[in-house]
C-alpha cells in the first residue's frame, strides 16, 4: 500500500496551530458564576434585574467580600434610618457597604424606624419596626450569608456576645474620618478608597482614648453605629456595574407584599386592555405625583408635576390610555384623574381602586401602614410599560434606577442624570444646580 501526504500550506499550518493556542487559554480563564446563590444555576446575561422579585446574583457581593481585611469582633447597627422605602433602603445597603469596607465581622439585623401616620413630615417620631415591616428577611439571611460568610447576623443588640450591658453603640460619621477640605458639606464620601484605612486609624486611636483593647476580639468586641444621613454618600458604581446593579437585590419587598402588589399588576392590565384594543399585553403609564403635605417646598408642586406628565405621556408616541397614578394625596389625585381624562383622554386609576371588587385584597392593603402600602405602588410601578416621576424624591428615582436595569442588568451603566431618559422612564425636576437640586442622590442610589 502507498500512503500519499499532501503539505498543507503555511498560512493553514499557522491557524491550526493558533486555534490550538487559543483553545488551551480559554481553558484557563475563570469560568463565568452563572449560579443564583439562591437559587442555583441561571443565565445572568438576560435575567430582568428590574423586577421586584428578581434572583440575587450573589457573586459580586462575594468578590467584594473576598476582598475585605476581616476584623473579629467588630459589630456594626444599622438602623439609624428614617423616611420612606427609597431613604431607609439606601440607608441600609450604604451602612452594611460601610460595614463590609470596616471590616465588620458582625450585623445586628437592621430595624426601621416609623414615621407619624398622623404628621407624615414626621419622620422620626415612631417606634422601631423589625426588618420585616419592609423587607424578607430569610431572603436577606441566606443570600448576604452565602456570599459573605464571614459576617454574622445577630437577631439584636443584646445578642452580640459580651456586649455591654447595657447596650450602647459608639456613633461614628464616616465623612469626618478623611480630609475634606473644600467639600460641600452634602457631597459623597470622596474617601471611601481608604475609609479602611482610616477606620482601622479610628479604633486605634478611640481605644487608647478610653482605655479600650485592641484590637477588638469576640471577647472584647467594638460596636458601632453610622449617624443619621449617611445614605447619600456612598458612590455606587466604585465597586464596578456588577456590583451596584445587584447589591441592591439583598433587601426583597416581604412575600405577602409581593404577592399583594402582583396580583395589582394584574388587576391593572385588565383594566388597561378595556381602552386600548390594539394591546392584548394591557400596557399603561405609571407617574408618582409627589405632593404630599411632607414633599418640600421647593419640589415641583402639582400643577408642574401634573402638566409634565400628561404633555410627556403625549409626546412619547407610545399612546396609551390607561395610567397607574402612585400618590398619598387622595385630592390631588381626584384631580389628577380629571386632567388626564379631560385633556388626554387617558383613565388614570390607583391601587385602592384596582381592589374596590376584591374585598379581601383590599382589606389586605388597608391593613398596612401608608410606607407599606407604598411598597404596593413600587411594585406596579417596576412592572408599568413607561414610568414618570419628580426629582429629588427618593422614590421616584429608585423606582427610575431599578427599572433602568431591564435593558443590560447585569452591566448597566449610570443613569444619565437629567436627560431624555433611558426609554423606560423620564424624571421632571430641577437639574441645574447639583446640590441645590440634590442630583447627588443619583450617583449614591443603590438600584
Known amino acids: 500500500m502507498v500512503l500519499f501526504s499532501m503539505a498543507r500550506p503555511r498560512g493553514v499550518l499557522a491557524l491550526m496551530a493558533m486555534t490550538s493556542l487559543v483553545t488551551v487559554w480559554l481553558c484557563r480563564l475563570p469560568q463565568l458564576n452563572t449560579t443564583d446563590i439562591a437559587r442555583g444555576p441561571i443565565v445572568q446575561r438576560h435575567l430582568d434585574l428590574s423586577l421586584p422579585d428578581a434572583p440575587f446574583i450573589g457573586w459580586p457581593l462575594q468578590r467584594v467580600c473576598s476582598e475585605t481585611v476581616w476584623t473579629p469582633g467588630l459589630v456594626f447597627v444599622c438602623d439609624n434610618n428614617s423616611g420612606g422605602i427609597g431613604n431607609i433602603r439606601n440607608y441600609i445597603l450604604t451602612c452594611l457597604r460601610y460595614a463590609i469596607d470596616a471590616g465588620a465581622t458582625g450585623l445586628v439585623m437592621p430595624r426601621i424606624r416609623v414615621r407619624s401616620e398622623k404628621h407624615l413630615s414626621d419622620i422620626t417620631a415612631e417606634n422601631y419596626q ?64 481608604l475609609f479602611a ?68 399588576v394584574a388587576h391593572m392590565r385588565r383594566h388597561a386592555r378595556q381602552f386600548d384594543a390594539d394591546s392584548a399585553s394591557g400596557r399603561f403609564v405609571g407617574y408618582h405625583l409627589r405632593t404630599e403635605n411632607d414633599a418640600l417646598d421647593f419640589w415641583p ?62 382589606a389586605a392593603l388597608e391593613k398596612l401602614m401608608w410606607d407599606q402600602q407604598a411598597l404596593v405602588d413600587f411594585i406596579v410601578l ?21 427599572r433602568h436595569l431591564q435593558a443590560e442588568g447585569l452591566h448597566s451603566r449610570p443613569w444619565r442624570i437629567g436627560g431624555e431618559g433611558d426609554g423606560r422612564s423620564w424624571l421632571m425636576g430641577n437639574y441645574q444646580h447639583f446640590w441645590e437640586h440634590w442630583l447627588f442622590m443619583y450617583e449614591a442610589m443603590w438600584p
Not at 459608639?170 to 480630609?179: I, S
Not at 402638566?307 to 402612585?326: E, F, I, V, W
Open 382 to 402: 417596576l412592572h408599568s410599560d413607561f414610568f414618570l416621576g419628580v426629582s429629588p424624591s427618593s422614590f421616584s428615582i429608585n423606582v427610575a434606577l431599578k
Open 197 to 264: 484605612s482610616a477606620f482601622a486609624n479610628h479604633l486605634r486611636s478611640t481605644a487608647a482614648q478610653f482605655n479600650l483593647p485592641h484590637p477588638p476580639s469576640p471577647e472584647h468586641p467594638r460596636i458601632f453605629r453610622l449617624t443619621w444621613g449617611v445614605q447619600f454618600e456612598w458612590p455606587v458604581f466604585r465597586d464596578g456595574p456588577e456590583f451596584a446593579s445587584t447589591f441592591g437585590g439583598l433587601l426583597r419587598f416581604r412575600p405577602d407584599i409581593l404577592a399583594l402588589g402582583n396580583k395589582v
Open 130 to 193: 423589625l426588618f420585616t415591616y419592609f423587607f424578607d428577611e430569610p431572603h436577606f439571611r441566606l443570600s448576604l450569608q452565602s456570599s459573605c460568610p464571614q459576617i454574622t447576623i445577630y437577631d439584636t443588640t443584646d445578642d452580640v456576645p459580651d456586649g455591654p450591658v447595657p447596650f450602647k453603640a459608639q456613633e461614628v460619621t464616616p465623612k469626618h474620618l478623611g480630609r475634606r477640605g473644600g467639600c460641600d458639606t452634602r457631597d459623597h464620601n470622596k474617601h471611601t478608597g
Open 301 to 362: 408642586n402639582y400643577a408642574n408635576q401634573s402638566k409634565a406628565y400628561l404633555t410627556r405621556s403625549q409626546q412619547m408616541g407610545y399612546d396609551m390610555k390607561a395610567g397607574y397614578l402612585a400618590t398619598g394625596n387622595e385630592t390631588e389625585a381626584h384631580k389628577f384623574f380629571k386632567d388626564a381624562t379631560v385633556l388626554h383622554g387617558m383613565r388614570v386609576t390607583t391601587k385602592h381602586l384596582l381592589l374596590e371588587n376584591h374585598k379581601d385584597d383590599l
